[in-house]
Structures are given as C-alpha cells and as structure tokens.
C-alpha cells in the first residue's frame, strides 16, 4: 500500500532548539495537510498546500512555525525557536484533492 | 468557521456488542463526512465515508448515518471485537474543498 513517510518518528529537544519535520506525501497526491495532536486539543490543522502552494497557515504561530514545499515529494515544518508547549505529535497527510486522507504515523516532538 | 462535536468521549462494550459514536457539526455548508480508526503509536486511518447525497452508508461490520436536517451523523459498529479498540474521530469538510476539521475523538474499548 501506498503510505506517507515522516521523519524523525521521535524527536527530544531542549528548548530554543529548531525542529525540522519531513514528511514524503504519496506520489501523485497534490494535497498536503500538518495537524498536530494533543491530548488537551484533539487535531488542529497547522498548515496546507494544493500542488505545493500554500493555501491555509492561519493555524500555526506565524513568529515559530514555518512550512515549505520545496518541491512535490517533499514537505516540511519548522519551529523555531521550540518552547515546552509545542510538545505534540505532528501528523503530515496527503490526499488527491480534499478526499481520502492518507496520514503518516507521525512525529512525536518532546521539548524540555 | 466549521465545529465538530463527538460524543461520547470513552466507550466500553463487550465483545459482540454493538457501538454507536455520535457527531454534530456547524456548517451546513458541510457535506463530507470521514470517520477516522487511531490505533496506538499510528496515524489515523480512514474507516468509512459518506456525502450528503445519501444518507446511510454500510461496509461490512461498520456503517454511518447522517442526517443533514439536524446537522449530525453517527458510527455504527456491529459485533465488536477486541480488534475495534482504539480511538475513532469523526470530520467534516465542504466538498474536500476545505481541510477536514476533526472530533475530539472516542477511545472505545472492547472487552472479551
């Protein structure tokens, strides 16, 4: 089956590090989704793309949090600097148009 | 904006029972409906789904309802079994045109 691929799966870093998530979409997939998943908050779209322009970002601290499409098989989120609360696990999907959400299987960010 | 509700937020039932997770959303303008299975440690997977053109849809041992009028659609799943255990999230978008906003998600636990 056609998965999404995300790295790292784990990730610990000391606040004031910068965080770079990659996540690789299923080939012919033009739609790109970052949720982030906390247990107070449930799924929260951060940001996404449609043939890799950026639709929607009003979901992310714009002064941290930066996503990119450099290019179609590849997709990133950045934070930068990192603070305790945005401990969470990340989740990149892909989809053909606004159907059928393939999620990867996350990255687990901790910051302490 | 778009507001998904689930409820109930935890659900028990033993092995060979039925489970019903219920959902309401805001937008009428909402007309996709997704449901989402999350297992420990994964992404969440895509179950079933329905649009607003019909009002009832069935795959095996699982089927959603929805009922446009009263803004609300509902998870049916028959004969449970400990493999149905994990967290299930209901969603809602407007003709896959707007990224899905999510529930808050039900942990269901099957009891053998």
């Known amino acids: 089956d056609a998965r999404v691929t995300q790295t790292p799966r784990h990730k610990v870093t000391e606040m004031g590090q910068e965080v770079t998530m990659r996540c690789q979409p299923i080939l012919g997939h033009n739609t790109v989704f970052w949720y982030r998943q906390t247990m107070m908050q449930g799924l929260e779209l951060l940001a996404y793309?449609?043939?890799?322009?950026?639709?929607?970002d009003s979901g992310m601290p714009k002064d941290r949090f930066s996503a990119e499409m450099p290019d179609a098989t590849l997709a990133t989120l950045k934070i930068q600097p990192s603070e305790p609360r945005d401990s969470a696990v990340y989740f990149c999907?892909?989809?053909?148009?606004?159907?059928?959400?393939?999620f990867g299987s996350g990255t687990r960010l901790t910051v302490v | 904006g778009e507001n998904v509700e689930q409820h109930p937020s935890t659900l028990s039932v033993q092995e060979g029972d039925s489970a019903v997770i219920k959902c309401t959303y805001s937008d009428s303008a909402s007309n996709y409906f997704p449901w989402y299975k999350q297992e420990l440690g994964k992404g969440p997977q895509l179950i079933i789904d329905i649009r607003s053109n019909v009002g009832e849809k069935k795959d095996q041992r699982i089927a959603v309802t929805l009922n446009k009028t009263a803004k609300h659609f509902s998870l049916h799943i028959t004969e449970t079994q400990p493999e149905d255990s994990a967290v299930y999230f209901c969603a809602a978008s407007y003709s896959g045109n707007t990224p899905l906003v999510f529930g808050k998600g039900t942990r269901l636990s099957v009891i053998a």
């Open positions: 793309f449609r043939n890799r322009a950026p639709l929607d």
């Open positions: 999907a892909s989809a053909a148009g606004g159907y059928g959400y393939t």
